[in-house]
């Protein structure tokens, strides 16, 4: 069983510069890449920003230069440090690992943890 537990999360001012977190637990073998995905109310799902077990990382354009992914090996954890927060990035961030176990390589999420950018 692997559990992915986010935390961070809440009401942020514009311009704001909150984080988020996410660590992963259970029986794992190696994490292959993490990453944070976000659902905006009448919006679908998108990615936010990835990163590899080589320390690749992907962003979104809307958030380059801004957010700031970053991960812990020895943790099992990935960060998500944003900066200059805008009323766009109001959504629901989701933390996504693709983990090796017993199972097979697997994709796991965690259970979401809201962003209010809001003044």
């Known amino acids: 069983q692997v559990q992915l537990v986010e935390s961070g999360g809440g009401l942020a001012q514009p311009g704001g510069s909150p984080g988020l977190s996410c660590a992963a637990s259970g029986t794992i073998f190696s994490i292959l890449g993490m990453g944070w995905y976000r659902r905006a109310p009448g919006k679908q799902r998108e990615l936010v920003a990835s990163?590899?077990?080589?320390?690749?990382?992907n962003y979104a354009d809307a958030v380059k230069g801004r957010f700031t992914i970053s991960r812990d090996n020895a943790k099992n954890t990935v960060y998500l440090h944003m900066n200059s927060l805008k009323p766009e990035d109001t959504a629901a961030y989701y933390c996504n690992a693709r983990i090796h176990n017993a199972l097979g390589v697997l994709d796991y999420w965690g259970q979401g943890t809201q962003v209010t950018v809001s003044s």
């Open positions: 990163i590899n077990s080589g320390g690749n990382i």
